[in-house]
């Protein structure tokens, strides 16, 4: 059984970039989320994708979007990149969207914003 | 606006002692709450959970009590080995679809041999 991957591990950008991370689920999840944690700090919810729709978002600006394919597998993507947007970005998946699933964790993008 | 607090930024305990964890939240509309392990350049794991129908529950060393009065949640692992040591984040969620956590800012946990 596969965990969730997630690439790059780390990429630098610059302000005014735009950037897209990349997630695959661990087998057999459709429900993945996406999760910003700042430096000393927990992570905090972006939103969350259940088969191709989203279904749920936080309090995120729209330059953060998301994608997820038929396979589940799922992007972040940021627009118009601020210093504050240096973040690691997790990915997490699960068998369901209902409020007792597990969420399943991936190591991280480690995102440095210049 | 915190709505899930982890004022201890760090603990340190001896090994084979026993470790406590605190959490508190305001948002009463939270009804089920989790603990989370992060070792460093790896994704948090999911170690316990509980209801808000419920005030105890346990697995193995670890035990996740809940005071719903006080808003309050804790974490005890007994014994304490050197290889809990880790950050542990709590994390709340409540009604709706959507599989939304609220993160507590973690605790640093140091077992000590």
């Known amino acids: 059984e596969t965990g969730v991957t997630q690439s790059p591990t780390h990429l630098i950008k610059t302000r005014g970039q735009q950037v897209t991370l990349r997630c695959s689920s661990q087998?057999?999840?459709?429900?993945v989320s996406w999760y910003q944690q700042a430096l000393g700090q927990g992570p905090q919810f972006i939103f969350q994708y259940y088969r191709e729709e989203e279904n749920g978002r936080g309090n995120f600006p729209p330059r953060f979007s998301g994608l997820q394919f038929p396979n589940y597998s799922s992007e972040l993507n940021v627009n118009a990149l601020e210093l504050d947007d240096s973040a690691l970005y997790l990915c997490?998946?699960?068998?369901?969207?209902?409020?007792?699933?597990?969420?399943?964790f991936g190591s991280g993008t480690q995102l440095s914003v210049l | 606006d915190q709505q899930v607090k982890q004022n201890s930024p760090s603990l340190s305990v001896q090994e084979g002692r026993i470790s406590i964890l605190n959490c508190d939240y305001t948002n009463s509309m939270f009804d089920y709450f989790l603990w989370y392990k992060k070792y460093p350049a790896e994704g948090p794991t999911f170690l316990i959970s509980?209801?808000?129908?419920?005030d105890k529950n346990e697995d193995g060393r670890f035990t996740v009590f809940l005071n719903k009065s006080a808003k309050h949640l804790s974490l005890h692992i007994v014994p304490s080995q050197p290889g809990d040591s880790a950050v542990y984040f709590c994390a709340a969620s409540g009604t709706g679809s959507a599989r939304q956590l609220t993160f507590g800012s973690g605790t640093q946990l140091t077992v000590l041999p």
């Open positions: 509980i209801s808000s129908i419920k």
């Open positions: 087998s057999g999840h459709n429900t």
């Open positions: 997490a998946s699960s068998l369901g969207q209902g409020a007792n699933e597990k969420l399943f």
